[in-house]
């Protein structure tokens, strides 16, 4: 993988540009620490950082290629899947490779299929290509948005990055955030809302979308979807294709010219990720698989079990790794490591994030690091085959809001009353909640589909029209925050990493398999666990689900509380005027005896976490010298 950055414009020579797009471009050098790379013209400029993953000579960046009259200059940050195909494809119509790499594959797309190479792609991606002749810039994201991409619209130019960061170097780019920037920090973080780039005059390009940019101006087109077909086939044939494009699409996702591993907790969905890599290593005489898991000092003595984590995933990870015959790392961090932590996952980031969550990964993927530099990971099995305990509890299906958000009053009550004034916050959640649904696309003559709305049905067809919903929010708004956390945690370290459940073919398919079915057995994520018999042993296949593993040390919940009392004792501190500092002393006098198990945000924060992202609201507020507007 790597980290991008692009200026386009007509109100200056870009060639006289280069010192501010190295101070850009540099800004992403954990990204990419292995290369660097610029490419100048007068109305377009670009600046690459890579991490070496495939074809190390063959791959450098910025690629530029001929064809005709024109000349294509590509700045690529990704990996594509179906590589092979395209090449035999490009081939068979006369085009000739000087490498093997996939960033040589995307270019060489464009120059044959224009704008529309993207319906071809598989893989995850951002990437843009300057047209020389047709003064023309193409910019393009992968459908479910693994990889980042930000950009800026000002007078006459366009600036365009993987990261925030990268941006706010830009000499006409202020950090700063309005009503709308607030609403995203203290209301919906640590998600976003989809082509908000929180600072004002920052946008983000939507997943599956392209944006083409010239001197006519900026225009931005959809390319994918999720498609909306009757789900036909019978519950064997279901649970074979599930099984066979799984299989497909981890094995295509081992293509590495660097070590490779798989993160491993324990769980269906990393367990099953490991035995397909384990096996498909074994068989080309490449064992043994290394697989990584975190945990946390003294976790065994405070555990405990509840409806979000059922049971500790040591043993289970032991047991896979026995089962598979891997090369087996665990990692421990203790609560200091965690706290201090905060700050280099904001930084990471770009935004406060998921506390210790984001936090934990971080320093597991430095360690990882050491011993690799490709690792597969689990994320987003849950959101594509209804695995989150929302998909399950009726309060959750009845809720006319995101259903990883029902206890938002949690974090209300500790913001001040002038900042709820001007966010007016149930409105603004209601406003981005009717926005998500007003996208959804119900199935052609479902009952769904002929009453438009879901609430005026009743019975199981309501229960299938609303599992749909919360399937489409979950995919659309809840999995982007891990992707977002996937992305940054492990490309700060330059580790690359890379999520199998994530392949569009998959994701399509199971996105109209009806609810019934998914939830085989009445089990979460039922359907995904029968289609894997076999891969699996059954007690691994049938464990019932554990999310990420965290911290639950008191001592994490004493180590934030003080630091954020040291926060709002310092009247300097930027966070305080967003405070209702009565409320938030007596949440925080009382810490110790509320009962965790009603997060406020996803499974996994709770009390603790929401004192550790008030402290990472104040760091980036700090370190970004963020100005209110």
């Known amino acids: 993988m790597c980290g991008i950055v692009g200026l386009v414009g007509w109100d200056r020579d870009l060639t006289l540009q280069k010192d501010v797009l190295i101070r850009m471009t540099r800004t992403l050098i954990p ?7 610029y490419w100048l013209s007068p109305r377009a400029a670009f600046g690459h950082r890579r991490l070496v993953v495939v074809d190390p000579e063959g791959g450098r960046q910025p690629m530029v290629r001929q064809r ?7 700045i690529y940050n990704g990996e594509l899947y179906n590589t092979p195909e395209i090449r035999q494809a490009l081939i068979n119509r006369g085009y000739y490779f000087e490498g093997h790499s ?15 190479c993207v319906e071809r792609l598989n893989g ?40 925030l960061k ?4 830009y000499p006409d780019i202020s950090p700063i955030i309005g009503k709308e920037g607030l609403a995203e920090v203290f209301l919906v973080g640590p998600a976003r809302t989809p082509g908000v780039g929180v600072y004002e005059g920052i946008s983000e390009l939507k997943p599956g979308h392209v944006l083409l940019y ?29 099984h066979d494009l799984f299989l497909d699409t981890v094995k295509r996702q081992l293509v590495s010219d660097v070590p490779i591993g798989t993160l491993l907790s324990g769980g269906l969905d990393s367990s099953a990720i490991t035995a397909i890599a384990a096996l498909s290593l074994a068989q080309a005489g490449k064992g043994p698989l ?52 905060l700050k280099a996952s904001t930084l990471a980031r770009d935004l406060p994030g998921m506390a210790d969550v984001d936090s934990s990964l971080l320093l597991f993927s430095r360690e990882i690091k050491k011993k690799i530099t490709v690792g597969l990971s689990g994320e987003c099995a849950d959101e594509v085959f209804g695995g989150y305990p929302w998909f399950h509890r009726q309060e959750a299906l009845e809720a006319q ?17 002038e900042l709820l004034e001007r966010l007016q916050p149930h409105d603004y959640l209601s406003r981005r909640y009717e926005e998500a649904l007003a996208e959804i696309t119900q199935l052609p003559g479902s009952a769904s589909a002929l009453h438009k709305d879901s609430r005026t049905l009743t019975g199981d067809l309501q229960r299938e029209a609303r599992i749909r919903e919360i399937t489409y929010l979950t995919l659309t708004r809840f999995m982007p925050t891990l992707l977002d956390r996937k992305d940054r945690m492990t490309m700060a370290t330059g580790l690359e990493v890379r999520v199998p459940f994530c392949d569009h073919r998959l994701v399509e398919y199971a996105w109209n398999i009806p609810w019934e079915t998914k939830a085989l057995e009445d089990r979460e994520k039922g359907l995904l666990r029968r289609a894997l018999t076999g891969v699996l042993p059954d007690d691994v296949l049938w464990r019932r689900k554990s999310p990420y593993p965290k911290t639950h040390h008191p001592s994490y919940l004493s180590a934030v509380r003080t630091w954020l009392s040291e926060i709002i004792a310092d009247k300097t501190s930027p966070l305080l005027p967003f405070l209702n500092l009565p409320a938030l002393r007596d949440l925080m006098k009382l810490s110790d005896t509320i009962p965790s198990g009603r997060p406020w945000f996803g499974q996994l924060m709770d009390i603790p976490q929401l004192f550790a992202y008030l402290i990472q609201v104040n760091f980036w507020l700090l370190e970004n010298k963020v100005s209110i507007q």
């Not at 001197?215 to 599930?242: F, M, S």
């Not at 979000?308 to 047991?319: L, N, V, Y």
Request: aromatic share 14%; with cysteine.
């Open 31 to 37: 990204r990419g620490p292995d290369a660097e790379g």
């Open 68 to 74: 005709g009259e024109h000349t294509y200059t590509l």
């Open 102 to 116: 996939d960033t040589e594959a995307v270019l060489l797309s464009y120059l044959e299929w224009g704008p529309s």
């Open 124 to 163: 995850i991606f951002a990437f843009g290509i300057w047209d020389s002749q047709e003064q023309q810039l193409f910019v393009a994201r992968d459908r479910l948005g693994v990889k980042p991409l930000f950009y800026s619209e000002l007078t006459g130019s366009l600036v365009f990055a993987s990261e």
């Open 166 to 169: 990268a941006l706010l170097k």
């Open 214 to 242: 010239s001197a006519n101006g900026l225009q931005i087109r959809r390319y994918w979807a999720l498609p909306n077909n009757v789900h036909t086939d019978d519950l064997e044939t279901t649970c074979a294709k599930i």
């Open 290 to 341: 290394p697989t990584f898991s975190v945990d946390y000092t003294d976790n065994d003595k405070y555990f405990y079990t509840n409806d979000f984590q059922p049971s500790a995933d040591g043993p289970w990870i032991e047991r896979v790794s026995r089962a598979f015959a891997t090369q087996h790392t665990n990692i421990a961090f203790d609560t200091p490591e965690l706290v201090e932590a």
């Open 401 to 417: 809001t995101f259903p990883w958000a029902l206890h938002v009053e949690n974090r209300l009550q500790v913001l001040s009353p």
